[in-house]
């Protein structure tokens, strides 16, 4: 690649500038000419999406935006958060792949994070301590939610959301008012991410089987909470029967899964690593069906008509527009029958508990 001294000068004096700090977070303003390593950065180079994170610094944050770093379809990457993303930006942005990552820090940059992305991530707000259910974080986490939700409508209305801030069952109901508040509402772009349920009925019924979870499919249907979750283990891939205390065992280990790991971690948070996981595999398929690969099917909580309920998670087929189809449940049996008839009691009260919310 040659280089013109004087054409691409301000260009490169520009994209000096706009590295790590946007506008005014370390950097004085008129030091472009000091080419310190500290503030250079190569062209990123590849084509691909760009991406934010909302929330880069947390838990989840950090290893989900190191993995979105290395995601070769991710060419801008934007780590917003309220606290510590200059450090995060700086430590990811030396790593030597193709994604270009800027940092974004406080509401005043919120916006302009937002600028012309195609897929926002949102693991922002508190995460369980030992005894609280998801619905306890309702509180902080709504609101944290409906601001960002705010600024998305603003800046960048046709991304592509995958919601992790919990309780998801009641954030993706507020993100939809939020946007239809706004006139921008597509349901097929807003997506609750329930991809941990999955990875987690892939491990522990690849356990109970003795297989490689790489070879094996649980869907999970409902919702992101307790009995919410309702794994659809006669419809695991490959086909395998279990016996009824095999089922107890699962169904329980899977709607727990969560809970597990809280009081693992004794108060140090919920599930962190295996979710920056989940979110990267499931943004990964976003992304893949927004370039155009064909035949992506994941489980999302999203705006539904499969049951009565106006929100629902459940197998969608994902394309260029997000979610392109709903799959149908499929034939349940008796004990996934009754499941889901609990599983919609509280789902619906989640439902309106965040609608509610939003309207005030
Ligand atoms: N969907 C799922 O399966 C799933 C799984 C695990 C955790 N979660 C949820 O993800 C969320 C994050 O969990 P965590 O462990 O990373 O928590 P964390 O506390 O470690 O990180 C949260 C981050 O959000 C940031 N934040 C707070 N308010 C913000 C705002 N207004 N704008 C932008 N960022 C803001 C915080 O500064 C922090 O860096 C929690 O709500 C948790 O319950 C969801």
Redesign the pocket.
């Given at each position: 690649m040659s280089m013109q001294p004087n054409s691409d000068a301000s260009e490169r004096i520009a994209r000096i500038a706009a590295h790590l700090n946007p506008h005014n977070l370390n950097m004085e303003e008129n030091d472009s000419c000091s080419l310190m390593g500290s503030n250079c950065r190569s062209k990123g180079g590849a084509p691909g999406f760009k991406v934010a994170i909302?929330?880069a610094?947390?838990?989840?944050?950090q290893p989900l935006s190191m993995l979105m770093k290395i995601n070769p379809l991710v060419s801008v990457l934007h780590l917003?958060?309220?606290?510590n993303t200059p450090g995060v930006t700086a430590d990811i942005s030396h790593m030597d792949t193709g994604a270009v990552v800027r940092g974004f820090l406080g509401q005043k940059q919120l916006e302009d994070a937002l600028i012309g992305m195609d897929l926002v991530i949102i693991?922002?707000?508190?995460?369980?301590k030992p005894g609280m259910t998801?619905d306890d974080?309702f509180n902080i986490?709504a609101g944290?939610v409906k601001?960002?939700c705010e600024a998305i409508a603003k800046s960048c209305p046709k991304a592509i959301v995958n919601l992790?801030?919990?309780p998801?069952n009641s954030t993706v109901p507020i993100a939809a008012e939020v946007f239809k508040r706004a006139g921008t509402y597509d349901p097929s772009r807003l997506l609750g991410?329930?991809m941990?349920d999955v990875v987690r009925a892939n491990t522990f019924v690849a356990e109970v089987l003795g297989l490689d979870p790489r070879e094996v499919n649980v869907p999970v249907v409902g919702g992101?909470a307790g009995i919410t979750i309702l794994p659809l283990l006669s419809q695991v891939k490959p086909p395998s029967s279990f016996t009824p205390k095999e089922i107890e065992y699962l169904t329980d280990r899977i709607q727990n899964g969560?809970t597990e790991v809280v009081e693992a971690k004794a108060g140090a948070?919920?599930?962190?690593l295996s979710?920056a996981y989940a979110a990267v595999k499931f943004a990964d398929a976003c992304l893949r069906a927004l370039r155009g690969d064909a035949g992506i099917i994941e489980c999302a909580y999203v705006d539904s008509k499969v049951t009565e309920l106006p929100f629902f998670a459940s197998k969608v087929r994902l394309g260029r527009g997000g979610v392109e189809e709903i799959l149908p449940l499929g034939p349940l049996n008796d004990y996934e029958r009754e499941g889901l008839e609990k599983a919609k009691k509280e789902l619906v009260v989640s439902v309106e508990k965040g609608v509610s919310f939003a309207r005030k």
């Open positions: 909302l929330g610094a947390g838990g989840i944050g917003y958060d309220v606290v693991p922002a707000g508190v995460p369980r998801r974080l986490n944290i601001t960002l992790i801030s919990n998801v991410v329930t941990l992101h969560g948070g919920s599930a962190t979710m």
